[in-house]
């Protein structure tokens, strides 16, 4: 029984943990996506050049960041920050009504298995 609780409390954990963890990650990354990968890469580049280590990485030569020109009809950034967060609180909620749900039904799993253990004696 409490390996069932144990489990069921993993699995609504793990999905918890994902869902805000991608939030956190979407709302607090320091820049965007394009200029973020040209930092890694480069840090990525620069530590093996220090360590003796030749990269074997198929780097591909990436825009320097502020460099890239906007799409044509792109929305401003502010905007996009509060379709961004407006995004993650609904994939936040939508996260934890799921998760609401899941505990509702193994609830009712185990009060049935319970029920059926105690009107039938081993």
């Not at 993993?10 to 991608?22: E, N, P, Q, R, S």
């Not at 591909?60 to 967060?85: D, F, S, W, Y």
Request: glycine share 6%; no cysteine; hydrophobic share 40%.
């Amino acid at each position: 029984m409490q390996k069932d609780n144990y489990y069921k409390g993993l699995f609504v954990g793990t999905l918890l943990g994902a869902a805000i963890g991608t939030v956190l990650g979407m709302l607090f990354a320091p820049r965007r996506g394009e200029e973020m990968r040209h930092v890694l890469f480069r840090r990525l580049d620069e530590s093996l050049q220090e360590s003796g280590v030749s990269s074997t990485l198929p780097l591909r030569e990436m825009p320097v960041p502020n460099t890239i020109p906007p799409k044509e009809g792109a929305e401003p950034p502010a905007e996009l920050e509060n379709q961004a967060k407006r995004r993650a609180e609904e994939i936040v909620l939508a996260a934890q009504l799921e998760a609401d749900r899941l505990l509702r039904e193994a609830n009712s799993i185990l009060r049935d298995v319970k029920a059926l253990r105690n009107n039938n004696p081993s």
